[in-house]
């Protein structure tokens, strides 16, 4: 009984601990690919890619079928053994076991497996997309939770120096130091301050839910994070355009899924050509038959006198053995003009395809271009923001002071202070939009999404 008290506690404290567990940006990621749905179909469309490949190679093997077949007739019939009319009930047996595989076919069995081996590695780099393009909300959507998180505790601040602000007024109006219309002044703040740390209350509730359907997870689940101290280097030297499109084609898979589709349509057309072509094939057979009609003929020892005796089934099916071998070539004169509208849509196909590769390549070079002009605007605007933080917080330290005393009202202080609030929020935004900014071009060079 004590050891399974102390089961059901081990367990029920296991759960609550992993209930209690704060999710690391790599818990997210690491959770996101091993159970995100989107990204497990993906993987599934490349294992079908894969076994279509694999069964283009196994093509190249010679096939092997056997039959075999019980055949009962009444009536009027022709024994398929003896070849004679009969009359009678009879039942044959036939087996046989055949052989046939292409010796030439204009190489399109080889295309096909060229093809298929390209396919399955666009699938593969197509997969591979999915799941990046999925870290990759997830990243923003962590990095929105954290943002929200901070914006909580900073509004969190300010209402707490409120709260101490009206206790202070309060007092001060009590013996007449100030007048009423200060505290109602100062009242009046703390109410909007309360409203705006719900509003920020709300607006990372809004992006903790939005990370957790993102992983697929219930909202009845406990769910919290880790608030990261993050470190953000306002020296990030950006690499040039080049070198980061250089990394980005050797590291990401939009451009390598262009690359092999664009192979894969190239081998299609080899394969359409490949009608034009005689076919060459090999084909072997070896049967036996059995008929319960057949008789074995006698003769006696004088060999004058004919007798009937029953043909056993072993010795029919070692006598009536045959084999069968042939060669056969197929030349293609006229086919309703398939192979060439075959030949043109494929042509075609491999247009398409050089269009959506110089697509893919130019749609890269955009987004590289245009994260390096975001990384440098954000790391400008992250670096303005720090200064007008200082700048502010110094100004209403002095605004303060002269607030306490009374050599300016209530007016101007709270003003100071909205100003003060709106630099650190300020601060806030800029400070994640270039740390994310920076991850997306150490992403397109191939580092980790890592804090």
């Not at 209690?20 to 159970?35: H, I, M, P, S, V």
């Not at 694999?54 to 070849?83: C, E, Y």
């Amino acid at each position: 009984m004590k050891r399974i008290l102390f089961l059901i506690c081990f367990v029920f404290g296991t759960a609550s601990i992993y209930a209690q567990k704060q999710w690391t940006l790599e818990d997210c990621l690491r959770y996101a690919q091993d159970n995100n749905i989107t990204i497990k179909k993906a993987f599934l469309n490349t294992e079908v890619s894969k076994q279509n490949y694999f069964q283009s190679k196994m093509a190249l093997l010679p096939n092997l079928n056997a039959s075999l077949s019980d055949n009962t007739n009444f009536g009027r019939n022709i024994d398929p053994v003896t070849n004679q009319i009969t009359i009678d009930r009879v039942r044959n047996n036939n087996f046989s076991l055949s052989s046939s595989v292409t010796l030439f076919n204009g190489f399109q069995s080889i295309n096909n497996i060229r093809k298929n081996n390209f396919d399955y590695l666009s699938s593969k780099y197509d997969a591979e997309k999915i799941a990046n393009d999925i870290t990759v909300n997830i990243v923003t959507a962590y990095l929105q939770l954290l943002y929200n998180s901070d914006l909580v505790e900073v509004s969190q601040q300010k209402v707490d120096v409120s709260e101490l602000q009206v206790e202070r007024i309060s007092k001060m109006v009590e013996v007449g130091s100030l007048p009423k219309g200060d505290l109602l002044n100062t009242e009046s703040q703390k109410a909007q301050e309360e409203l705006q740390l719900i509003n920020a209350q709300n607006q990372r509730d809004i992006a903790k839910l939005n990370l957790m359907q993102l992983l697929d997870l219930s909202v009845s689940e406990s769910f919290d994070i880790v608030q990261l101290e993050v470190e953000v280097d306002e020296n990030y030297s950006t690499v040039g355009n080049q070198a980061v499109y250089a990394l980005a084609l050797e590291n990401l898979p939009d451009v390598k899924s262009a690359e092999t589709k664009l192979k894969s349509s190239e081998h299609s057309l080899a394969i359409s050509q490949g009608a034009r072509s005689p076919r060459l094939s090999l084909s072997a057979s070896v049967g036996t038959l059995y008929s319960d009609a057949n008789r074995r003929l006698f003769y006696d020892s004088l060999g004058a006198i004919p007798t009937y005796q029953d043909y056993p089934f072993e010795d029919q099916f070692n006598d009536n053995v045959s084999q069968a071998i042939s060669l056969s070539l197929s030349i293609p004169i006229f086919n309703n003009w398939q192979a060439n509208a075959s030949i043109s849509r494929a042509k075609i196909g491999v247009l398409q395809a050089q269009y959506s590769l110089q697509e893919a390549k130019n749609n890269l070079r955009k987004t590289i271009e245009q994260a390096q002009n975001d990384a440098r605007s954000a790391q400008k605007k992250y670096i303005a923001s720090k200064k007008a933080v200082a700048y502010q917080e110094e100004s209403f330290q002095y605004t303060q002071n002269k607030y306490d005393l009374q050599l300016v009202n209530s007016y101007d202080y709270n003003n100071a202070k909205n100003t003060l609030f709106k630099a650190e929020t300020d601060l806030l935004q800029s400070k994640y939009d270039y740390l994310f900014k920076t991850k997306m071009l150490d992403f397109y060079m191939g580092k980790p999404l890592t804090f």
